[in-house]
């Protein structure tokens, strides 16, 4: 379907059009399996619009920082206690139990520290979030991810010697690569591991990663707008 234009004054209307554009797609090519699940991705958004998607009775969040999860969501939690928080950014391993403490899903696992961070966290607490590895797929020495030459063991890793629960791989694509080799290649990775979920696919591209098998997609611009400085 045609792409329509951002509304400013509607998030409803924007999630509205960014579901139906995955829909349109799939059904173009035949898929029938479910959509992904839409990850409305709020960081540095404020929460007068994160509560506009709330209301139209969306649930899923991603945020970049830890800081700015705890300053922003500890209220909208309160109104809206079956919203579900991803940490989709870099993860320090000092903020390890606060992330633990705060987020259901944190995808950028990607660093031996950070597993054992993580998993010592994860012992002293009762919320248990389901975790991805991020694979540096572009192989890019100034993006977080694991090396491709080193998933194997840091998935032995975390899975087996830490007993993590890890449940899929997330990538973030180089920026002037065809992103379809990565999702590709995500997707490769993901079977090899009997991995079921895969995050992967932006504002730019979630109708592409939709198509390759994503079973999530993080979308932020195509809901929410620019985000403020």
Known sequence: MPKQPYRADDVAGN????????????????????????IAVSKRQSADHIRRALAAGHRHFGENKV??????????????????????????????????????????LDRPKLAHAIAKAMGQHTKQPSLFIQVNTGDEPQKSGVALDELDDFITLCRDDLELPITGLMCLPPVDDDPALHFALLAKLAR??????????????????????????????????????
Request: proline share 7%.
């Open 15 to 38: 999630l509205a059009d960014v579901k139906a554009r995955i829909d349109a797609v799939m059904m173009a090519q035949g898929l029938d399996r479910p959509r992904p699940l839409i």
């Open 67 to 108: 800081q700015e999860a705890q300053d922003k969501w500890p209220a909208l939690l309160r109104d809206y206690p079956d919203a579900r928080l991803h940490l989709i950014g870099h993860l320090q391993s000092n903020k390890a139990a606060d992330a633990v403490a705060l987020f259901d899903v944190i995808e950028s």
């Open 192 to 229: 090899r591991h009997h991995l079921p979920q895969l995050s992967m696919g932006m504002s730019g591209d979630f109708e592409l990663a939709a198509l390759m098998g994503a079973s999530q997609v993080r979308v932020g611009t195509a809901i929410f707008g620019p985000r403020p400085d």
